[in-house]
């Protein structure tokens, strides 16, 4: 589906473009192998990723028009529990660019500011999560397709010098709302329960260690669901027994016949035990 969206709501817009100018620009430490990001300022962004994600939630949307999103980074594929994509944050929401390349961590570090130019670019939604990539065949599994090539991914994405570390918003797992999939956040007082109440979900990992998914339940008995790649390179450690909280990207999904929200780490210091 084609559509023009220059009669779309700006004024979500101007929310996330006095984010990214007033944000300040903190300036880290750079690993030998990261890229010199562009020195020229970024792209002035046009449209909140809020106000993207409401024209994408049941389709896929694609691009002719010169949009241009913004975010800061707040995934890392260091781990390998991120495989091909990162996610960006901005004051109204996330999204999860569709790279389709590996290394991100060094590409795109986490905190900083990333523009997305969309002409030519598809957006929709995967685990409630808005993705941005190109535009799908019809036998792609996701909504959009990966960019694939560093050369197409750095025609619509760009990596300014704007460093911005993104907090983690606390949430409750009774609070949690789809519009905060894509987001980065945090949950506390919460246990482990895969081996007890899920055993016989064939996409639970009963044993006790990460991969696959986990389920954790509050004190209260409310329950959301971590998933971890078979690649990760802590899928095959232990999960904490007691108390722990966990931070990372909230999604939302159907697993063993539920639906839950999701929350997938960006690495194992992700799970802070508490006891």
């Known amino acids: 589906m084609r559509v023009s969206i220059t009669h779309t709501v700006k004024w979500r817009a101007l929310l996330c473009i006095t ?48 949009i241009v999103v913004g975010g800061y980074v707040t995934s890392s594929d260091a781990a390998s529990n991120f495989y091909k994509t990162f996610t960006i944050e901005d ?79 606390p949430v409750t797992i009774e609070g949690m709302r789809t519009d905060m999939c894509g987001c980065l956040v ?8 895969t081996s007890e109440l899920f055993q016989d979900t064939w996409e639970a990992n009963p044993d006790g260690t990460w991969h696959g998914y986990n389920f954790f339940a509050d004190a209260a008995g409310n329950v959301i669901a971590v998933y971890t790649s078979d690649y990760a390179d802590y899928a095959s450690h232990a999960v904490p027994s007691g108390n722990v909280a966990i931070k990372g990207i909230l999604q939302r999904g159907k697993i063993g016949g539920g639906e839950y929200f ?12 508490l006891d």
Do not use: W
Not at 186 to 193: F, V
Not at 262 to 273: F, G, L, V
């Open 19 to 66: 984010a990214a100018v007033t944000a300040a620009a903190i300036v880290g430490c750079r690993k030998f192998d990261e890229p010199t990001p562009d020195p020229a300022p970024p792209a002035a962004v046009t449209m909140s990723l809020a106000d993207l994600h409401d024209l994408c939630r049941d389709t896929t949307l694609e691009i002719d028009e010169q």
């Open 186 to 193: 945090t949950a506390g007082g919460l246990r482990c329960i």
């Open 91 to 169: 004051a109204s929401g996330g999204a999860e660019i569709m790279a389709g390349i590996t290394g991100l961590h060094n590409i795109y570090p986490e905190g900083y500011y990333i523009t997305v130019s969309l002409s030519g670019c598809a957006a929709g939604e995967h685990y409630g999560v808005m993705q941005i990539g190109l535009a799908p065949e019809s036998y792609d599994y996701y909504p959009t397709a990966y960019f694939s090539a560093r050369a197409v991914i750095d025609r619509h994405v760009m990596r300014s010098d704007i460093r911005h570390e993104v907090a983690p918003r």
């Open 262 to 273: 999701m929350i997938k780490m960006r690495d194992e210091t992700d799970c802070t035990p």
